[in-house]
């Protein structure tokens, strides 16, 4: 996997990610840059400079601004796992994604749930975005700081929550008001696909639908919008409780 850009780089040397080299164009000496090189200098990176035209051929979205690192495939959290450090969190928070497919769509909500502090992201394995470069682009290196855990059926990973004393709520149209909900204590939100919402059947088994009160004619937010409105709609309901 190529993690590009400054600020993904960066985030990725604050880990203990392996990193097998860095890419550097040559003549980055502005202070941002020298930032970032510093950093992969403490953590003993191989740094190899190049020409733009190398990093351009190397570069996946042509958005490299300099960098680009090179790393193993990006290993997925165990959901078993997340579960038993959740146990004793009374304020576990946790997002499932329902058929997210448009990887942007994903680096964005990344991007939101690592700045929420959210405990982890919750994906399929199938009809489901995966973390990719671009993702990892989009999330400004978000996707390396929160923990993402891809299963097998989405359903079975929200019983299995809902076993643990989590509240799971879709967040769709049709639903109670999000602003009149109680999003305190252990809380899930499950977000739908850009074009189907949340499936039919994983609605049912949520313990309620919430929605995002709107006053235009389209009616409808993309979902990594609607994610940032009700993950800080919660945090402001937990920041004042």
């Known amino acids: 996997m190529k993690i590009e850009g400054k600020n993904s780089v960066r985030e990725l040397l604050k880990t203990n990610k392996t990193i097998d080299k860095i890419l550097v164009q040559n003549g980055m000496r502005d202070k941002e840059s020298q930032e970032v090189l510093s950093l992969a200098k403490k953590s003993g990176v191989k740094i190899q400079f190049a020409d733009k035209a190398i990093l351009d051929k190397e570069s996946g979205s042509n958005r490299h601004q300099g960098f680009i690192a090179f790393v193993s495939d990006y290993k997925y959290a165990d959901f078993d796992e997340v579960i038993e450090s959740g146990k004793d969190k009374p304020n576990a928070f946790y997002l499932v994604l329902d058929g997210i497919e448009d990887p942007h769509n994903l680096g964005s909500i990344i991007r939101v749930a690592e700045c929420a502090g959210i405990d982890c992201i919750i994906i399929g394995k199938h009809r489901s975005a995966s973390v990719t470069d671009t993702v990892m682009r989009i999330s400004e290196g978000g996707a390396n700081h929160v923990k993402i855990a891809k ?49 039919s059947l994983t609605k049912k088994i949520c313990d309620g639908v919430l929605s995002i009160e709107m006053y235009g004619k389209i009616n409808s937010l993309n979902a990594s919008v609607a994610t940032g409105i009700a993950v ?3 945090l402001r309901q937990r920041k004042n409780d």
Do not use: H, P, Q
Request: proline fraction near 0%; hydrophobic fraction near 40%; aromatic fraction near 8%.
């Open 151 to 199: 299963v097998t059926n989405i359903n079975a990973a929200i019983e299995r929550l809902k076993a643990e004393n989590v509240w799971v709520y879709a967040l769709e149209t049709g639903g109670g008001s999000i602003y009149k909900a109680n999003l305190n204590g252990r809380i899930c939100l499950v977000i739908g696909g850009e074009d189907t919402g949340v499936n």
């Open 232 to 234: 800080f709609e919660a």
